[in-house]
């Protein structure tokens, strides 16, 4: 009885809804608000202004991480999604298996003109799972060491081309943050050591310096790899307790760190590069450069994601064509026109972007570059990916071992025994 | 009788009928609901085969639930004592103030407690930020180490009951100031002849009349902070939630993340005895100990 | 007050109120820090010394919380669900608590007795099936589907039931003298006795619905539906270093019942004592 009055009220609702509109509208989620989200506001508005009479983009940015995660997941549930979201690569895997994503079918690439040509192998790779592509790859956003000119140049680490040096093996870095210490910074680094969701990456990539995995034929941390991310987790903390990182310091708090000159680099993701740029452009900040990691155990290694865009199953309710073709154009337009989305730091999917003048000339991405080559991706796993459980498992010791409350090798323990519950 | 009694329970039908309505829509189905979503697997949306006990034999060996439980518990004691006892405080300190005066600062009290939790929030996540927190420029002041209390395991829950005190200890302490007021200044008058001192009249008079009050805060903040959610939620986003769960958060993540119906309504089953039976035993304890204070 | 009257004046009684007064500064301290944060510019917030009072006061981040979120539609929809919780809450309570008290009909023990239960019951235990049964009406992200759920709140039928249980019984029997039929009675003799109570519990109510976060949180994942305190914690549309640009937000999420309280102060502290049991 109530659910009849409902869906009959529902019902007229939607009605009324759909002739008022002309136009197709596109629900639109993301999780950009870092540095990033208002070069895709911009993207996003010239989409609409491009296709004033035809589609509009009605965009909601959510919280990073758990928070969005959990939104889409509960609202695919209950058939309350939106028609497109962006997605982080590293969790298609964990999506795929709830079901939770639509399959990006051979065809509907024709109809956007894109095919797997376009991209790198190690996207195209993690936006498939048996044989079915789920996502369309937008960017690669890797990390990389921010630093301070200024600082850097009085500690006599940086080379004619204003390029750091002398940062890599352990012991030269650790040497090299006391020298900008120094030379006036208050702390060396600025890591987010409040945030083992954050330092993931960092770790991820120096257990990549060494040849370490995460999984292994199936196995959890076998072998060596446990002695590994020790090894990882060592350095880092021993930054903190010499008083070279600071201590238990959030993101915004980070980033604050070193915009304001209290810290002489940052670890941090390229899509602050924005950051640096505006507040540069407004006269508020010193001069600034991005380098891929330092190579601080055997090679350089980087730990690097991507951003996609994905379309959510909603249960209950399929999109009409025209909705479907509104969504691929959308999709398609996005990595055609991802030149803008680079100017936040990202390294575009789509190659005949990468592959224009324009942006190999854009500074600071042509600097860190580079570090396509050795960019390691989370293993393909349901268990792995942002938000994911090896994820949250992972990251829960990492703040303690970070600030000195728990010992690198205990923290190994422990997160060998968690995650061999799973 | 001059009732007309058919006529009388039209009547009365027709004014208790909306409030029936919602009352068995929203709170009878619900909770008889929960009680059998918890013997299913039922996922967050849909139905679910009928397992019998199994969801709550799996809560024994869980170690989260415990931990929950845990944490429940180490933030009631944290909140509801200390709580009451700085809003007797501050009524006591208040209701010797008079005028203009009490009344500024009894808005001063007060207005954190009309607040949304989210405002709370974002006011003391600032205060306590580690790098540029007010709260940590007075630790600087004191010579007393920064302490990065939402990222501690530690500080954590200590941190979050003094910002629950502070948000809440209005309505408490307003209950109080009313409890103070009702007491008859005679009583006073008369310690006043007897040369009784300020700290004697509070333990000989104030107090033993305040025994109700006090017993009725209590009770009313023990059963508020068991359903403790919002402020752990907010406040361990980014920073350690899997240590800092407690119960009400515990079913929001089985149903809501990890979409498991069956075993999230079996931890709410739990936690609604564990409420209940608190509850009464409180009440129960507390007119009993009152009975002996007040006669 | 004669209690403070009466109190001799001493050195010791002095001192208790310069404390008094000065913990109450402290005390509100962190609302004003909030405030003055929310008016300085983002790079003057993150300084390494305290500035009480802002360099150069800007309105930029209360703009860019207006112009940059949707907390416009937020106030909309918090109003209507504050509001419509508030009226039908209020309504139903002081019908159904008038019944109980007033009139007799079969059933009404038991049903005094359930209410009484549900005090105890915590309803965050019934947020799954909450969400079941919102889904299953389709009414997820929608505003009745925020309201529906809070639309149980015991308190306010506890309070109207002492309420009416002490008006003394010559009311009611020299009205049923009179011959007056029982909607006479209630909307002559006892309607016009509750409205200080109503005043006040509906202010309460308003507050309490416009400041609750966990339901209204779980039901909604559109942005344009959610209520104020729900999408200045779950939308982020802000970049870079964003501190006073969030308490900005805050600010205005908190205003309105702020508001409300200083307006109505007096009902305020009359309605929480209520709602204790206390006569107030």
Redesign the interface.
Known sequence: M??KL??AT?LSTALFASSAFAKETV?WWD?L??????RMKQLISDFNKDHADKIEIEA????????FY??????S??G?APDIMTYHASRIPLAVS?GILQEITPDDYKTMGLSKADYPDAIWNAITQDGKQYAVPLDTHPIVLYYNKDILGKAGLLDDKGIPKGLNGAENFKAALGKAKAAGAKWGIAGVT????FMYRTIYSLMGQQDGELMTDGKFLAGDNPKKLENALAVLSDWTKSGLQ????????A???F??G?AAMMINGVW?V??MT??KAKG?LFEWGAVELPTIFAHPSTYSDSHTFAIPVN?GKTATPEKHAAVLEVMSWMDKHSLFWATAGHIPAYGPVRATDEYKKMQPNATYSPLTANMIFDPKSPLFGVAGPVF??MS?YF??TL?G?MDPAQAVEKIKTDLGKM | MIRNLAKENLIALVFVAPFVALFGLLFIYPTIAMFITSFTDAPLIGAGKWVGIANYVRLASDAKFGLALWNTGYFVLLSVIPGTFVALLVAVGVSRLSGWTQAIVLALFFLPYILPVSVVYRLWDWVLNFQFGLAMHVLDALWIPRVPVFKTITWFMPAVAVVTIWWTAGFSFLLFLAGLRAIPPEIYEAAALDNSNGWTTFRKITWPLLWPVTALVLTIQLILQLKIFDQVYLFSVGGRPNDTMVMVQYIYVKALVNNQGGQAAAIAVSLFVIVIAISVFQFLLLRLAGGDDSK | MTYANLQRWNLAGGLVTVLTVLVAVIWAFPLYWGVITSLKPEDEVVRPVLEFWPEHFTFENYISAITRTQIGRWYINSLIVAGSVTLITVFTCLLCGYAISQLKFPGRRILWGLILASFMVPTQTLIINYFELMASFGLLNTLPGIILPQLINPVIIIVYKQFFDSVPKDFREAAVMDNASEWRIFYKVFMPMNWGVTAALSIVCFIWTWNAFLWPFLAVSHAEMMTVPVGITQVNDSFGISYAHRLAAAVLAGLPVAVTYLIFQRRVTQAITLSAGIKG
């Open positions: 109530f659910k409902f869906t529902l629900a999780f608000g870092g540095g990033d989200g208002v909601t940015t959510l919280e990073w991480g758990v928070p959990t939104k889409v997941q509960t609202s549930a209950v309350e709830q409040a945030d083992g969701n600071s201590p238990y310091t959030d993101y915004p708090s980033v604050a760190l915009t304001s209290s602050e924005p950051t505006d507040l508020k249960k949250d498992v829960t703040v303690p600030n409350e």
